[in-house]
Structures are given as structure tokens and as C-alpha cells.
């Protein structure tokens, strides 16, 4: 099993910067890809960024368009931690921001944390 923790989320007028930080415990030598997810109210949850969690091979990154050139997802294995920087913040980044771990070999998520809530304000 795997647990996740989200923190880092809060009120931020536009233009402003948060990181977002999301700490595994468990059996986390299971981890193989984390991502960044986020739910609007009355929305769909979307996808906002992924990361792969092996040291074997080096860091790689995906982004959906919507956020390519403002958000950051980056990870420190030591500290079992994944954060997302989040700079150039717009109202339509306002969110609940999830956290999830990929361990099964199909690529599906399939553990989440509780999410943290980030509002920006115009």
C-alpha cells in the first residue's frame, strides 16, 4: 500500500507562485510514474503533469498545454516527495490539485492523496 500527502495549496492573487509538495509512504520502492491532477467545481478532473519515479534511467516529464511554461513537477526520491511549482498562477488555475502514484505495469493511477485546495484570485 501507498499513502499520499498533499500540502503547499492556499490563496495566491494572479501572477503569484506556490509549490505544492506530496510526500509517499509505504511501499513506495512500488512507485513507478507520479502526477499532478486537478478538479474544478462542476468540472472534470484534468490531468496537469507527470513524472517518472525510477533513478535507472533519468528524469522525464509530461505537461498538459494548458500549463507548459508556468508549472514545474519535479521529485526527491531520498525524501519520497513530489512537488509542482506553480509560477504565472491565473483564476482559471483555481483547483483542487491532487496527488497520485502509478504502480501497476498498465500506467494507471491508482492510489490518490486528499488534494489541497489553491484559489487565485484576481
Known amino acids: 500500500q501507498v499513502q499520499l500527502a498533499e500540502s503547499g495549496g492556499g490563496l495566491v492573487q494572479a501572477g503569484g507562485s506556490l509549490r505544492l509538495s506530496c510526500a509517499a509512504s509505504?511501499?513506495?520502492?512500488?512507485?513507478?510514474?507520479m502526477g499532478w491532477f486537478r478538479q474544478a467545481p462542476g468540472k472534470e478532473r484534468e490531468f496537469v503533469a507527470r513524472?517518472?519515479?525510477?533513478?535507472?534511467?533519468?528524469?522525464?516529464?509530461y505537461y498538459a498545454d494548458s500549463v507548459k511554461g508556468r508549472f514545474t513537477i519535479s521529485r526527491d526520491n531520498a525524501k519520497n516527495t513530489m512537488y509542482l511549482q506553480m509560477n504565472s498562477l491565473k483564476p482559471e488555475d483555481t483547483a483542487v490539485y491532487y496527488c497520485?502514484?502509478?504502480?501497476?505495469?498498465?500506467?494507471?493511477?491508482?492510489?490518490w492523496g486528499q488534494g489541497t485546495q489553491v484559489t487565485v484570485s484576481s
Open positions: 497520485a502514484a502509478v504502480t501497476s505495469v498498465d500506467g494507471r493511477y491508482d492510489y
Open positions: 509505504g511501499r513506495t520502492f512500488s512507485i513507478n510514474a
Open positions: 513524472i517518472n519515479w525510477s533513478n535507472w534511467n533519468g528524469v522525464n516529464t
